[in-house]
């Protein structure tokens, strides 16, 4: 079973934006990673894929460090970086895609792209941002990684647009995916997360079982969400 392993990892930089942060997540699982704006949220997920290198600690994929093959190939993350350039079409995007990555399965983003009726044709420039953030999801979900990391994802998508992308973050989990995602938007996000993690400077932070914290806390996610926000959580 693939697993991920981040072992007592920090991050500084004029200041520690975390330290000591450990947990262990396996195929199946969708961790929400929460927190205040300035938390390291962005930061952590930056660290694990390897874009910023963490101050301290080790991050393992099935045993195997960051520097490895293994692992670099396994990451699929859709961060708030633009990628593209504003002329470019959808069906240059995925043709980039297919260049730069040899596990790139075409159909599977071009599916993905046709349910969200997002078509190759379509220029960058002329995409809203919430299809913007669409683009970037099916095309990194194409990668067919086992680890897929994203940051904010629900930002800038409506009502029916979260609906669509929770539907397939939820597939995505049955496919022997690890999934990591960052969010401020915490409404109904108690039937896709299995466990969550409050991003805290102030506290010892830990990966937590969703379901297990809220038959404790008898809250949703929301409600325990703002009773983090408090300082009161735990």
């Known amino acids: 079973m693939n697993k991920l392993q981040v072992k007592n990892i920090g991050k500084r930089y004029?200041?520690?934006i975390f330290e000591e942060l450990s947990f262990s997540l396996s195929e199946?699982?969708?961790?929400?990673?929460?927190?205040?704006?300035?938390?390291?949220?962005?930061?952590?997920?930056?660290?694990?894929?390897?874009?910023?290198?963490?101050?301290?600690?080790?991050?393992?994929?099935?045993?195997?460090?960051?520097s490895s093959t293994v692992f670099k190939t396994s990451v699929a993350y859709a961060s708030n970086i633009n990628y593209f350039e504003d002329s470019q079409t959808?069906?240059?995007?995925?043709?980039?895609?297919?260049?730069?990555?040899?596990?790139?399965?075409?159909?599977?983003?071009?599916?993905?792209?046709?349910?969200w009726q997002i078509f190759p044709k379509q220029k960058w420039q002329e995409l809203s941002e919430g299809t913007k953030v669409k683009?970037?999801?099916?095309?990194?979900?194409?990668?067919?990684?086992?680890?897929?990391?994203?940051?904010?994802?629900?930002?800038?998508?409506?009502y029916s647009s979260r609906i669509q992308v929770k539907k397939m973050l939820r597939k995505a989990s049955g496919e022997n995916k690890i999934i990591l995602v960052s969010t401020n938007f915490i409404e109904e996000m108690d039937i896709l997360f299995t466990d969550v993690l409050f991003m805290n400077p102030n506290r010892y932070c830990e990966v937590i079982n969703l379901e297990d914290l809220r038959e404790r806390k008898q809250l949703s996610l929301k409600e325990i969400y703002e009773e983090e926000a408090d300082d009161t959580f735990i």
Not at 135 to 158: G, Q, R, S, W
């Open 135 to 158: 683009v970037k999801i099916a095309c990194e979900y194409a990668k067919a990684t086992n680890l897929f990391l994203l940051d904010e994802p629900f930002a800038y998508l409506d």
């Open 14 to 16: 004029q200041k520690n």
């Open 90 to 115: 959808i069906r240059q995007i995925l043709i980039e895609y297919t260049l730069l990555f040899p596990s790139f399965q075409l159909e599977k983003a071009m599916e993905q792209l046709e349910i």
């Open 28 to 66: 199946g699982q969708i961790l929400g990673i929460l927190g205040k704006n300035g938390t390291g949220k962005t930061t952590l997920l930056d660290c694990i894929s390897g874009q910023k290198k963490i101050s301290t600690g080790m991050i393992l994929y099935n045993d195997q460090q960051q």
